[in-house]
């Protein structure tokens, strides 16, 4: 459980630990209501940023989530923002970019626990996300299994 109160200190920490080049930047986060998506973010063309900010928007059903998977969503949609920067792209939409390169650069972020936990949370309640979607469970897991390998070593 997350309390939307919280929502704003978890960011903070968030791009402090993780997102090191998001530090300073406005982004606001948002809780939902209704159908539709469960969460997404809106770009800004790059040159504009810094002038608009960026927002933010996740369902409220989202509060249901552990801290573990709340962050591996909340990570999800910092990455689409920390590519855009990478880029300097002209995108006003996340949805331009691949949900496969996003998820991997949070894997090699070090957030990859943290997108599994929010995959299997997701697939267990809502329409499973396909391939297109992003990095599949499975595709995540056996990434995660790779790494604790090589940590025995
Ligand atoms: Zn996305």
Redesign the pocket.
């Given at each position: 459980m997350i309390l939307s109160n919280d929502i704003e200190s978890i960011t903070d920490k968030l791009i402090r630990d993780y997102y090191p080049e998001l530090k300073g930047i406005v982004i606001r986060v948002k809780l939902k209501k209704g159908k539709g998506f469960f969460m997404q973010t809106y770009l800004v063309p790059y040159f504009m940023y810094i002038f608009l900010g960026y927002r933010i928007e996740i369902h409220k059903s989202a509060l249901k989530m552990s801290k573990e998977s709340f962050i591996g969503c909340l990570g999800?949609?910092l990455e689409?923002i920390a590519y855009q920067h990478t880029m300097r792209s002209g995108f006003f939409d996340?949805s331009d970019q691949d949900?496969r390169v996003?998820d991997q650069r949070l894997i090699d972020r070090g957030l990859g626990k943290n997108l599994f936990a929010f995959l299997k949370h997701h697939n267990s309640k809502y329409k499973k996300y396909k391939k297109k979607d992003?990095l599949t469970e499975k595709e995540v897991e056996k990434q995660l299994q790779v790494f604790n390998e090589a940590a025995k070593y």
């Open positions: 999800h949609e689409h996340a949900e996003i992003g």
